[in-house]
Antibody, heavy 116, light 109 residues
Framework: EVQLVESGGGLVQPGGSLRLSCTAS????????MHWVRQAPGKGLVWVSRVNSDGSSTIYADSVKGRFTNSRDNAKNTLYLQMNSLSVEDTAVYYC?????????WGQGTLVTVSS | EIVLTQSPGTLSLSPGERATLSCRASQSVSSSDLGWYQQKPGQAPRLLIYGASSRATGIPDRFSGSGSGTDFTLNISRLEPEDVAVYYC??????????FGQGTKLEIK
């Protein structure tokens, strides 16, 4: 069974940093592109970033470019999102999702709250 | 950047009725790059349709997708109370990035 489990969310002050993790199981992690998608409270889905299967290529939404880094450790079956210079607008549930095209599997999400 | 506009914003229908949800792209997109997701309250999104018209694994045939170019549709026949959710379309293309529509909220009367 494919499982994606996010962790690392929490409360952080504006300007601070946080690293999210997404641990994968039930499939060959190194074969798949992986994504981060976020959802602010009461709002819609917003795509954040994609990393390719070996971690050599990443793309980002303009809103996080230069502040967030998407990476992976295929030996640990784990995806990461390093988030720096956080602002209140980054408050959201962050989901990891698998997919070369459409995102066929999603984690349950981890909540990041940016507040003073 | 391609913008996806979904309509209506909210749809309120009775059990057994048919729901028609629209997703319009700001420019023509390939049908192979268009998907639909369902997000029930408090849950993660679930892929319903990929490639505009192919059902994902385990999705009942009450759900169907169609369209091409700039206009895409998700149809849900024989509505059930469990279909209450927000539905999102997505354009998934590597460059310049992946885009979601703003969502359509489906209510069951």
């Amino acid at each position: 069974e494919v499982q994606l489990v996010e962790s690392g969310g929490g409360l952080v002050q504006p300007g601070g940093s946080l690293r999210l993790s997404c641990t994968a199981s039930g499939f060959t992690f190194s074969n798949y592109w992986m994504h981060w998608v976020r959802q602010a409270p009461g709002k819609g889905l917003v795509w954040v970033s994609r990393v390719n299967s070996d971690g050599s290529s990443t793309i980002y939404a303009d809103s996080v470019k230069g502040r967030f880094t998407n990476s992976r450790d295929n030996a640990k079956n784990t995806l990461y999102l390093q988030m720096n210079s956080l602002s209140v607008e980054d408050t959201a549930v962050y989901y990891c999702a698998r997919g070369m095209g459409a995102n066929e599997y999603w984690g349950q999400g981890t909540l990041v709250t940016v507040s003073s | 950047e391609i913008v996806l506009t979904q309509s209506p914003g909210t749809l309120s229908l009775s059990p057994g009725e048919r729901a028609t949800l629209s997703c319009r792209a700001s420019q023509s997109v390939s049908s192979s790059d268009l998907g639909w997701y369902q997000q029930k309250p408090g849950q993660a999104p679930r892929l319903l349709i990929y490639g505009a018209s192919s059902r994902a694994t385990g999705i009942p045939d009450r759900f169907s997708g169609s369209g091409s170019g700039t206009d895409f549709t998700l149809n849900i026949s024989r509505l059930e109370p469990e279909d209450v959710a927000v539905y999102y379309c997505q354009h998934y293309v590597n460059s310049p990035g992946y885009t979601f529509g703003q969502g359509t909220k489906l209510e069951i009367k």
